[in-house]
Nanobody, 117 residues
Framework: QVQLVESGGGLVHTGGSLRLSCAASRISFSAYVMGWYRQAPGKQRELVATITSADSTNYADSVKGRFTISRDNAKNTVYLQMNSLKPEDTAVYYC???????????WGQGTQVTVSS
């Protein structure tokens, strides 16, 4: 059973920082594009950032320059460093693993990030 376990969420003030982690197990981690998505109350889930095994990254316009995605293939872990947080960043953040070749994907259970104004 593939598992993606997120951690690092919490409550922070505007302008603060958080670092999310997602530990993957029972997958060939380097064969997956890893991503972070988020879903705010009443809104659709949206892409935040993705990273390939070759460290090619992609970001939503709303987080460019503030968030950084990275991965450690030796630890089967993907990270999301979030700086200069805004109240509109408040959401449940989900980790996603998509197989590079076959495109099937797995999701984590999510971690809550709340930014107070």
């Amino acid at each position: 059973q593939v598992q993606l376990v997120e951690s690092g969420g919490g409550l922070v003030h505007t302008g603060g920082s958080l670092r999310l982690s997602c530990a993957a197990s029972r997958i060939s981690f380097s064969a997956y594009v890893m991503g972070w998505y988020r879903q705010a109350p009443g809104k659709q889930r949206e892409l935040v950032a993705t990273i390939t095994s070759a460290d090619s990254t992609n970001y939503a316009d709303s987080v460019k320059g503030r968030f950084t995605i990275s991965r450690d293939n030796a630890k089967n872990t993907v990270y999301l460093q979030m700086n200069s947080l805004k109240p509109e960043d408040t959401a449940v953040y989900y980790c996603r693993a998509e197989h590079t070749l076959f495109k099937y994907a797995y999701w984590g259970q999510g971690t809550q990030v709340t930014v107070s104004s």
